[in-house]
């Protein structure tokens, strides 16, 4: 048999081997991690066979298998994690620097999810981001696409077409990201937060937790200072609260200008998602999801 041939059975023995073991459906995956990028497009060819016939059977935010809060803390303290998207893309490419000054000078940790697009786009802020000690960086995706193996649609935006295109645009954010940080992400979002069951299993075997919300904090930089405000004064332990950071002209920054400083002297005490014990539940948002259009001492950051 001819070296390459063989080469390539091999692989696809290697990244197929779980899917084909005698399991159930549900629990099939592709062990892809550890593949080196100058494979990358085989790898994801070869994503594509080992789910040549699955369709999935569920689709939502939060499905099992996606994080939405985290264990509640053992003194009875309110600890809540704020998330911060940005999108990319267009109008997308925007940077919300108020928002960011905000969370530094009131000395509040934060996890931000960047798209490659955002990162592109924004090199200087990026990098002043990646060192900065109260922020960690985690995928937001390549291209900012709703999680799906057969470009199943949300909010008017189609998601990933196959199991490859999945795996692409979780693996190519997260490869950008270890460009920008020096090291992989933990965590991925998918554009929306949508996912299906499929989806899930490949950002699993790529070795990243698929992180949703439970809270809706700005309904993706669509909503006015009031109601954000109003919507985070309600937080409660374990709350995993989405924002957005790429939207200079919502309402966010006030809103959150308005309430932050409440939340401190109230004693809540804010965190980043990798020093939390992560569990997945139901969503509890707080805002229609059909007024959500989507997402479309270190070196100081850029002044606004």
């Not at 995706?141 to 999945?166: D, F």
Request: net charge neutral; charged share 20%; aromatic share 6%.
């Amino acid at each position: 048999m001819p070296r390459r041939i063989l080469s390539k059975l091999l692989l696809l023995t290697a990244v197929c081997a779980a899917s084909l073991a005698p399991r159930p459906a549900a629990a099939q995956s592709c062990d892809v991690q550890g593949y080196l990028p100058q494979v990358l497009e085989e790898k994801y060819r070869l994503i594509d066979l080992c789910f040549t016939g699955r369709e999935p059977k569920d689709w939502g935010e939060s499905l099992p298998g996606v994080y939405t809060h985290f264990a509640p803390s053992a003194d009875g303290r309110v600890r809540v994690a704020l998330t911060l998207d940005a999108c990319g893309g267009g109008a997308g490419n925007a940077v919300d620097m108020n928002t960011l000054h905000l969370l530094i000078e009131l000395n509040i940790p934060a996890t931000l999810f960047l798209n490659a697009r955002w990162i592109n786009a924004n090199p200087d802020v990026a990098a002043a981001l990646a060192v900065t000690p109260l922020f960690e960086l985690e995928d937001h995706g390549l291209a900012h696409k709703p999680l799906s193996i057969n470009g199943r649609e949300i909010y008017g935006l189609k998601g990933t077409a196959s199991a490859g295109a999945a795996a692409r645009e979780v693996e190519g954010g997260a490869l950008r990201l270890k460009e920008l940080t020096g090291k992989r992400p933990r965590f991925f979002r998918a554009g929306t937060a949508y996912y299906d069951d499929a989806a899930l299993e490949i950002v699993a075997s790529l070795g990243l937790k698929a992180v949703g919300f439970s809270v809706i904090g700005d309904a993706g930089g669509t909503l006015p200072a009031a109601k954000v405000a109003s919507i985070l004064r309600d937080v409660r332990d374990g709350d995993i609260v989405i924002l957005h950071f790429n939207r200079p002209k919502s309402g966010t920054y006030e809103g959150l200008r308005r309430v932050l400083p409440e939340l401190l002297s109230r004693g809540v005490i804010f965190v980043r998602l990798s020093e939390v014990q992560l569990e997945t539940a139901p969503v509890r948002g707080h805002v229609p999801h059909q007024n959500f259009p989507g997402h479309n001492a270190s070196p100081p950051l850029p002044q606004p």
